[in-house]
């Protein structure tokens, strides 16, 4: 019911479009009720007025001419709103990426990540297209018709509340009791098996190299077979949940008329009234058993509810700063810097000084807190209060925006996007012209390759820069990086991908660069940071 309500409060701007929507759908099914109501009608008068017929049968055609239109009215507002309130979802749960990246996202896969922003977000139209609108149109059909058959007689007027509630509530509320563990359990097996098909899908070259395409074939078919074990036990519940109200709608339909009657014209109940009363029950069923079938996707939905918003409702491991002082950068420090993964220690006592204009190399074998050490310096993860200072003001209290301008960062493995090479170096300064883009890849010691491709920086990359090498790409980060111009360069093993000649163009540019920047140089071979001013050494985290 939580998730529910949550959701309902996203309608509020378009409560129009769902009032609309109720009323038309209330209105459809009105004209369906009274179709065989006045069909029954018919056949009473037949032998009396046979000529009044001919008015009968033509406003049948109205009614069900009526019913098409209302059906179609009310399927429209709903999509509508259903499409609208997507596209907000998804919109909020992009800046909700955004605010909790990227600490918070390190430990979800990307699969994972991928099936919530697909699958479960899509989910949600059965819940603003085919939820909320049919309970309200249930409810009013069915208070509607309780009354209209309570007319007849209170007695058959409490049957067919009965009858309504059984359906449209007892059996619904039942099965999405039984069915939500198996729902939540679908989700998350759907988010396991993307985010499996994704690195399958990254990693196939590898995969087929080391001949382990048989394995993960054979652990694929293993998540099909628990994801498909999952929905077929929903889709059986689904199918009993059917069969039950089914079997409902004939039992309620049965006792109105034995109830009719049993109380027969000595209770103002007479042959018209039975009938009327009869065939007013069994077709306004419609509403409530629109519900009960819901029963079945809802449960999904719901769990599929239940990802969004707890993603939308994480809070972030580093939140943004935006205010506090904004000095320019003139060096950094850490004292007696310690930090931990949940138990895991990685950092302990670490004090390391960074002198503004000044090469810092950082060595230590794998694990040692290097890469650590520069996302604390990144504010990608929270240090403890008093142990980083960046122009001597504690990190924690600098603006994020002003942090990111003081600050360029290089990781050993470079994100490009399926864009131009060009784009993907202007990432680094969008407004920067074709001469500054050229100026930071001949830093870079890729202009001469980029400029040997057919297309030169026009040039596709690719998805993920799939068409380039892994050097080619971090060559294309460290472009992106001077680009950038940030006066403190952090760079986390930047020629790991680079041969050594490579290498030395790249390190004789940082040395010429930091003439006028500051850079941290990380990497686990010493001859790497053989351009550094001063060197730490990382050893379990100190």
């Known amino acids: 019911m939580k998730i529910m309500r949550r959701l309902i409060r996203s309608v509020g701007p378009l409560a129009g479009y769902m009032l609309l929507a109720v009323a038309l759908g209330a209105l459809g099914h009105a004209c369906v009720i009274l179709i065989p109501v006045l069909g029954g009608h018919a056949l009473l008068r037949a032998a009396a007025a046979p000529a009044a017929l001919s008015g009968l049968f033509t406003a049948i055609l109205i009614l069900a001419a009526g019913r098409g239109i209302c059906r179609y009215g009310e399927q429209l507002c709903n999509h509508y709103i259903a499409f609208k309130l997507l596209a907000v979802l998804r919109d909020r749960v992009f800046t909700a990426l955004r605010r909790l990246c990227p600490a918070k996202l390190e430990t ?26 049919p309970v309200a149109i249930a409810v009013l059909v069915s208070l ?73 074939r054979t652990e694929m078919g293993r998540l099909t077979e628990e994801m498909e074990s999952a929905q077929g036990a929903l889709r059986r519940r689904e199918g009993r949940t059917g069969a039950l109200s089914g079997l409902a709608v004939t039992v309620f339909s049965l006792f109105t008329l034995a109830a009719a009657r049993l109380l027969g014209p000595g209770a103002g109940v007479d042959d018209a009234g039975t009938l009327l009363a009869t065939l007013a029950v069994f077709s306004s069923f419609g509403p409530v058993l629109a519900l009960s079938n819901l029963s079945g996707s809802l449960p999904n939905t719901l769990a599929a509810g239940r990802r969004v918003l707890d993603l939308l409702d994480e809070t972030p491991e580093t939140p943004d700063v935006t205010a506090g002082p904004t000095p320019p950068f003139t060096g950094a420090e850490s004292r007696a810097l310690s930090f931990s993964y949940g138990a895991r220690e990685v950092l302990r006592g670490l004090s390391v000084q960074i002198p503004q204009g000044a090469v810092t190399g950082v060595v230590g ?41 003081l600050e360029g960062y290089v990781t050993q493995e470079t994100d490009l996007f399926h864009d131009t090479i060009e784009a993907n170096i202007k990432l680094g300064r969008p407004d920067a012209t074709r001469a500054e883009v050229t100026a930071a890849a001949r830093k870079a010691s890729v202009h001469d390759f980029i400029v040997s491709l057919p297309n030169g920086y026009d040039t596709q990359v690719g998805e993920l820069g799939g068409t380039l090498s892994g050097g080619e790409r971090q060559r294309i980060g460290l472009a992106r990086a001077f680009l950038h111009d940030a006066p403190l360069l952090l760079l986390d093993e930047p020629t790991s991908n680079l041969d050594s000649l490579n290498e030395g163009v790249i390190l004789k540019a940082l040395r010429e660069e930091s003439a006028g920047r500051t850079v941290v140089l990380v990497s686990h071979r010493r001859s790497t940071v053989g351009i550094a001013d001063t060197v730490y050494t990382l050893d379990d985290g100190a």
């Not at 050490?373 to 603006?399: C, D, H, N, Q, Y």
């Open 144 to 216: 509607g018709m309780t009354l209209f058959v309570g007319t007849i007689h209170p007695l058959l007027g409490l049957i067919a509340a009965a009858g309504y509630l059984t359906v449209g509530a007892l059996l619904p509320v039942l099965t999405a009791r039984a069915a939500r563990a198996e729902a939540g359990a679908l989700r998350g097996r759907a988010g396991a098996f993307s985010s499996f098909y994704l690195d399958s899908l990254r990693g196939l070259a590898d995969i087929m190299q080391l001949g382990q395409g048989r394995p993960r």
């Open 108 to 133: 979800r896969g990307r699969g994972d990540l991928i099936a919530l922003l697909t699958g479960d977000i899509e989910l949600l139209e059965v819940f603003y297209a085919h939820t909320i609108s």
């Open 365 to 405: 074998r794998s694990g040692s807190g290097k890469s650590t050490f520069l996302k604390l310096l990144m504010r990608f993860w929270r240090a403890p209060a008093g142990t980083l200072f960046l122009s001597g003001v504690e990190l924690g209290r600098i603006p994020t925006a002003h942090l990111r301008t």
